[in-house]
């Protein structure tokens, strides 16, 4: 991302010098007002961001060293406090750091849907391909369907079918209490999330497959590589950055899932995810308050460092010409 | 539209390179027609059994919002034993969930939002393409670094911002943040007004238009349709979003489609099961026919993304 954006700008200052005078004057009034006005267009951003973004990102620092009164409206500086309570249940049974582990537990395990649905999405295309499949536009737009709908819809209805008496029990029948265990309800999330998914993944791997360049399948024909030698050998190597692109996106994505504990879970501390525990311990007393900020801080901290790795990794391992 | 063309041609050699293999090791020629006939067959197995899976959550929705609260939540019916409407009947007249209040609302945001948030990432985008801007690279940064900052670390600050100025239970805290672009957009719009030569521009200038004047009667026009693909990814957004409006909004008369979605669905002794089911077919319909008529849009942006990202 970032060197595109260099790698642009720097094409637009290349394209300018034709078209700009001969003699190089100081900066004449004429291009200090069009700074000015430049600069006024690009306003209104730079301060929604400021209000926004900046501000609202530095706050919430400072509220994570503090014990907010709400009634009286004060605040009182606690140091690390609320980070050493976040995490202390990972070592003794605090009631609360048992809370936030668990929601970082939970929230892992629900990233499982993100390999799912990308090795779904691998099938999926690679067959599309493979079997030289018509009407590919079709499964397309088939596949891509729930990705567009409303999350909270898909929810209502797929906790429909996961309920005791729902439809999937009743297939199956089975009597499983997918909605009242614990595991159980994540790893219904976890299913619906994958299938819900395959549909993004598919569509980026298929548009990567389509991308690597034909001469390396001519060449390996004439080698007597088969479809599937082919697949492994050439297809799946190149489509690395592809998959690194899903699996850093659904990462983001995943870490920062809500309406998974609150709509489909209605809750349930079983499947609680990160965010859920930082809007439920924002109310929870004195110290909720500088908990559930300590918390962001946490999570916005985890998510800062997957995208900067992304920057550095994507040239290293990944293949890309 | 290029997409189209190197899929086809992508095809074209894959089946071009498969004769010349069927005609180089002929020997092997009928048990390789027998595998591509196998493979065919199960990736069409596959494929469609994926998409009936799919697929099947909506029709699933459509068939069960005619069905009885006690029929759906108590015993399990594939077809409604018997069709009822008193479930969309209840969410048009019924006062406990104002289904239009809520559409209203949501109409509300996203008209508002689109329109000057559009506005100003279109003005913003002029400048960072066409303008003389000084250190455009750092702005460009400097707005882009916001991407990578979750809504959960902003949200609860902006929430204790919002209860002081009573703003909270309003739509303001979902419509104020808007009026100041979207970098995404901005971002996207820089690229497509780079294509746009300097000429049109110069020749204005020396008829006496200013900067603003060259923005709106020149540049505007040439972007439609780069604004309309933004606008219409921006209103499935807005329109699908529920995070932050069900953190706002509290009483039932202000929320927006999907949060009152979320109250039915909260709501559920069974009763309310197909009542919920009914609204969420009734919010799904729009972002259909927008998808199905926008399809080709959609699927296309996406596949750009990745090969770009």
């Known amino acids: 991302m970032e060197n595109t954006v260099n790698a642009a700008t720097a094409e637009s200052e290349l394209s300018v010098p034709p078209q700009a005078p001969p003699k190089k004057k100081p900066r004449s009034r004429v291009e200090k007002r069009e700074n000015l006005v430049a600069f006024l267009f690009i306003l209104p951003p730079v301060v929604g961001f400021l209000i926004f973004t900046a501000i609202s990102m530095g706050c919430t620092f400072v509220f994570s060293f503090q014990n907010y009164y709400v009634r009286r409206g004060t605040s009182e500086f606690v140091g690390f406090t609320h980070y050493v309570s976040l995490f202390s249940g990972m070592f003794k049974a605090g009631e609360l750091g048992n809370a936030f582990i668990k929601s970082v537990g939970n929230t892992i395990f629900l990233l499982l849907s993100l390999p799912v649905s990308i090795i779904f999405g691998l099938v999926v295309a690679g067959l599309l391909r493979l079997g030289d499949v018509k009407g590919g536009k079709i499964f397309q737009i088939l596949y891509y369907l729930p990705a567009v709908s409303s999350a909270v819809a898909l929810n209502i209805v797929w906790r429909y079918i996961f309920q005791s008496n729902g439809l999937l029990n009743h297939m199956f029948g089975t009597g499983t209490p997918w909605l009242s265990d614990d595991m159980l309800l994540k790893v219904a999330i976890v299913l619906k999330n994958s299938l819900n998914a395959t549909g993004g993944a598919m569509i980026l791997l298929l548009a990567g497959m389509l991308n690597v360049s034909k001469e390396l399948y001519e060449a390996s024909s004439l080698d007597g590589a088969g479809k599937f030698k082919q697949f492994f050998a050439i297809t799946l190597p190149m489509l690395t950055p592809v998959i690194f692109y899903l699996l850093i996106t659904g990462l983001i994505g995943g870490l920062q899932s809500y309406a998974d504990s609150q709509v489909f879970a209605k809750g349930d501390s079983g499947a609680a995810t990160i965010v859920y525990f930082i809007w439920q311990q924002r109310t929870n007393g004195a110290a909720g308050y500088g908990i559930a900020s300590s918390a962001s801080v946490f999570l916005s901290v985890c998510i800062m460092i997957i995208t900067l790795v992304q920057f550095k990794v994507s040239n290293k391992w990944v293949y890309e010409e | 539209m290029e997409n189209q063309k190197d899929y086809n041609a992508a095809e074209a050699t894959v089946t071009e390179t498969d004769t010349e293999l069927t005609v180089t090791v002929y020997k092997n020629k009928s048990h390789r027609l027998w595998l591509t006939v196998l493979l065919k067959i199960v990736a069409y197995a596959v494929l469609v059994l994926g998409a009936v899976l799919l697929v099947f959550p909506f029709l699933w929705m459509l068939l ?214 009914a609204g969420a077919v009734l919010s799904s319909i729009p972002m259909l026919v927008i998808y199905i008529s926008c399809q080709k849009f959609f699927i296309e942006s996406l596949a750009i993304s990745g090969v770009k990202g």
């Not at chain 2, 209840?90 to 689109?114: C, H, K, Q, Y």
Request: proline share 5%.
């Open chain 2, 64 to 277: 069960s919002s005619f069905k009885t609260g006690n029929e759906a939540s108590l015993q399990f019916t594939f077809f409604p034993k018997q069709w009822v409407f008193e479930n969309y009947k209840e969410l048009f007249t019924g006062t406990d969930f104002p289904i239009f209040r809520a559409l209203g609302n949501t109409v509300l945001i996203e008209v508002s939002v689109i329109i000057i948030g559009t506005f100003v990432s279109a003005m913003a985008a002029f400048s960072f393409a066409k303008l003389k801007l000084r250190h455009k690279t750092f702005w460009l940064l400097f707005l882009m670094s916001g991407m990578m900052v979750p809504y959960a670390a902003l949200m609860l600050p902006q929430y204790r911002a919002f209860d002081a100025m009573h703003m909270t239970d309003t739509l303001w805290p979902l419509i104020l943040p808007g009026f100041f672009g979207n970098v995404s957009m901005i971002f996207f719009l820089i690229q497509y007004m780079r294509g746009i030569p300097n000429a049109y521009f110069e020749a204005a200038r020396i008829d006496g238009a200013n900067h603003f004047t060259c923005f709106i009667l020149i540049m505007l026009p040439l972007i439609k349709t780069a604004i309309a693909a933004q606008v219409i990814f921006w209103f499935v957004g807005i329109w699908n979003d529920y995070f932050a409006p069900s953190l706002y909004l509290t009483s039932r008369n202000r929320m927006t489609l999907q949060v009152l979605l979320g109250q039915l669905n909260a709501g559920t002794s069974g009763k309310y099961l197909p009542m919920a089911l």
